[in-house]
């Protein structure tokens, strides 16, 4: 049976897409799909459908957030923090799963950080 092998591309609106895009690969890494494809480290990715009154993404309007897994969790909110970038974190993000801190890109964006817990 024919099955999905993965996510190939996360695509959304945004008010200026050039800056949005230099601004996710200059803090994340994330290539932008005009310059590059990115290719990402294989692991673990989850799909979850939340429910439509669900407070987790933040303001109710926002109808996706992107989960990026991260390799140095503390590393990443240190350089996130010293580009002037607020970062998040709270304890009851941090579970059996890893550890998550959160972000808002440029337009307001929620964007997850999980550095999954080790093996």
């Given amino acids: 049976m024919p099955k999905v092998l993965g996510i190939g591309g996360l695509f959304f609106r945004a ?3 050039v800056t949005l895009a230099a601004w996710y690969e200059t803090h994340l890494g994330v290539g932008d799909l005009h310059k ?3 290719h990402q480290e294989a692991g ?3 799909f979850g459908p ?3 009154d ?3 993404f933040g303001r109710a309007e926002q ?3 992107i989960n990026f897994r991260v390799d140095d969790l503390d590393g990443f909110i ?3 923090t010293t580009s002037g970038i607020a970062v998040e974190t709270r304890e009851e993000w941090d579970s059996e799963v890893g550890r998550f801190a959160r972000i808002h ?4 964006n929620p964007v997850e950080l999980w550095e999954p817990a080790s093996a």
């Avoid at 890109?105 to 307001?108: K, L, N, Q, R, S």
């Fill in 54 to 56: 669900t407070d987790y």
């Fill in 63 to 65: 109808q996706w957030m």
């Fill in 44 to 46: 673990t990715t989850l």
């Fill in 105 to 108: 890109d440029p337009e307001g």
């Fill in 50 to 52: 939340f429910r439509q």
């Fill in 15 to 17: 008010k200026d897409p």
């Fill in 78 to 80: 240190a350089r996130l």
């Fill in 36 to 38: 590059s494809v990115w």
